[in-house]
């Protein structure tokens, strides 16, 4: 016979273990299959991960009680530093503000999109999956005036790119991406003040389905490093991966920073709900730049017509 102990020794069992789990699954990077989309949650697992531990010492279950606390400080010290502030490093050069949005086959609205560029005085805009009929109504709407430099490759349906600049662009073209076909567009930008600015319209492949899965790592692991003893770069775009997946976390080890995690907004949700469904909002959208570049601030924008929110970063870049 099962007492009423053993009852309750098991409930908090079945509660803790999934949390520890999760915990050692991100701690890990061990994301495979269906596992790639899940820990794209990861925020909201955290949140939750108090639970169980409140359950076990609620009811005197010594073991459980420890197990949930370990896992609950390790999902939380994975995630609540995006909440905080850093305000390294120190540098003196010129102000950029950079936009990136995915225009979901183009269908975002053009004006609202100009409305941003102009109200917040951006310098370089990164757009995904940009279409001829997407570029023709922007400039249409002004952006040839306050962005007239540009490396733009349009393309009907997912796959286009493009990259805006105030400044004059040196070294431009675009990059396909072996995953999804999805393309690349990138330049080198000449801020006055400040060295030459390698900036990348990034979108790696989407891990909407398990057999997808390895075209979303090959896409991840071709995006290009840091150059910490080189020039200055940025990749600014949809990822379709959030700081919780460990190839994105690689990429940014080479030498970037994530810039709503250095400005203590890495918790803003960028995607979703899609098509309907009730998907939790995640951070897919990101600005990655180098480490020798401050943050400023970072902010999102609802842009109607896209399930993607414009990330917009202001960045102080190093003296020129």
Not at 129 to 152: I, K, N, Q, S, V
């Given at each position: 016979m099962i007492t009423r102990g053993r009852i309750a020794t098991i409930a908090c069992w079945l509660a803790v273990v999934p949390v520890a789990a999760w915990a050692a699954l991100r701690l890990a990077g061990l994301e495979r299959g269906p596992l790639v989309q899940a820990v794209a949650f990861t925020p909201y697992v955290a949140a939750a991960a108090l639970a169980p531990v409140v359950l076990a010492l609620a009811l005197r279950r010594r073991a459980p009680a420890v197990v949930a606390a370990l896992a609950a400080l390790a999902l939380v010290a994975a995630v609540a530093p995006r909440?905080?502030?850093?305000?390294?490093?120190?540098?003196?050069?010129?102000?950029?503000?950079?936009?990136?949005?995915?225009?979901?086959?183009?269908?975002?609205?053009?004006?609202?999109?100009?409305?941003?560029?102009?109200?917040?005085?951006?310098?370089?805009?990164?757009?995904?999956?940009?279409?001829?009929?997407?570029?023709?109504?922007?400039?249409?709407?002004?952006?040839?005036?306050?962005?007239?430099?540009?490396?733009?490759?349009?393309?009907?349906?997912?796959?286009?790119?493009?990259?805006?600049?105030?400044?004059?662009?040196?070294?431009?073209?675009?990059?396909?991406?072996?995953?999804?076909?999805?393309?690349?567009?990138?330049?080198?930008?000449?801020?006055?003040?400040?060295?030459?600015?390698?900036?990348?319209?990034?979108?790696?492949?989407?891990?909407?389905?398990?057999?997808?899965?390895?075209?979303?790592?090959?896409?991840?692991?071709?995006?290009?490093?840091?150059?910490?003893?080189?020039?200055?770069?940025?990749?600014?775009?949809?990822?379709n991966a959030t700081l919780d997946h460990a190839p994105l976390r690689d990429l940014i080890d080479t030498g970037y920073v994530d810039a709503a995690d250095a400005a203590g907004a890495g918790l803003s949700g960028t995607w979703g709900p899609y098509d309907g469904d009730r998907i939790p909002p995640v951070t897919i959208d990101h600005v990655l730049v180098d480490r020798r570049i401050a943050v400023r601030a970072v902010s999102v924008h609802a842009v109607p017509g896209s399930d993607h929110r414009a990330v917009l970063a202001e960045l102080r870049l190093p003296a020129g």
């Open positions: 909440a905080v502030r850093d305000d390294r490093p120190e540098v003196a050069g010129p102000v950029l503000r950079l936009l990136t949005a995915n225009l979901l086959k183009g269908r975002a609205d053009p004006a609202r999109l100009v409305e941003l560029v102009r109200a917040h005085r951006v310098d370089v805009l990164t757009v995904q999956e940009f279409t001829p009929e997407a570029a023709a109504e922007l400039d249409r709407l002004g952006l040839a005036t306050l962005l007239p430099y540009r490396a733009l490759n349009p393309e009907v349906g997912t796959t286009g790119s493009g990259l805006y600049a105030r400044h004059p662009l040196s070294g431009t073209g675009w990059r396909r991406n072996e995953g999804f076909s999805f393309t690349q567009a990138y330049a080198t930008v000449a801020v006055p003040g400040a060295p030459p600015l390698r900036v990348e319209s990034a979108h790696p492949a989407a891990p909407y389905a398990v057999d997808v899965v390895p075209d979303w790592w090959t896409d991840l692991r071709a995006q290009p490093p840091a150059t910490p003893r080189g020039g200055l770069s940025i990749l600014a775009g949809d990822f």
